[in-house]
């Protein structure tokens, strides 16, 4: 099994960053792929951007991308998500995921693991 557990969310002004945290412990030899994703009120869970454990490899949704960096430190079993030029509309619970598999996709089903998410609140 692996554990997963965010970090780091809060509430910031539009405009604003944060940087959010998944720590994995556990049978982590086990995961090849990471990833975040965000569910809003009343929204289905939505994918934000995978990485590669192996490798430097990354994967983001359109929305995100040049705002959002997704990044890892393999020593401390680490992954971030650096959000800048947040805007209202990224307002969400945003979980960490691990998958046991080399995919780097953007389908919830395919991955493993869960964390148990950290909200994050953009105000106008």
């Known amino acids: 099994q692996v554990q997963l557990v965010e970090s780091g969310g809060g509430l910031v002004q539009a405009g604003g960053s944060l940087r959010l945290s998944c720590a994995a412990s556990?049978?982590?030899?086990?995961?090849?792929?990471m990833a975040w994703f965000r569910q809003a009120p009343g929204k289905e869970r939505e994918f934000v951007a995978a990485?590669?454990?192996?490798?430097?490899?990354?994967y983001y949704h359109e929305s995100v991308k040049g705002r959002f960096t997704i990044s890892k430190d393999n020593a401390k079993n680490t992954v971030y998500l650096q959000m800048n030029s947040l805007k209202p509309e990224d307002t969400a619970v945003y979980y960490c995921a691990a998958d046991r598999d080399y995919r780097l996709t953007s389908r919830r089903s395919d991955y493993d693991y869960w964390g148990q998410g950290t909200q994050v609140t953009v105000s106008s």
């Open positions: 990485i590669r454990w192996s490798s430097s490899n990354t």
């Open positions: 556990g049978r982590t030899f086990s995961i090849y792929d």
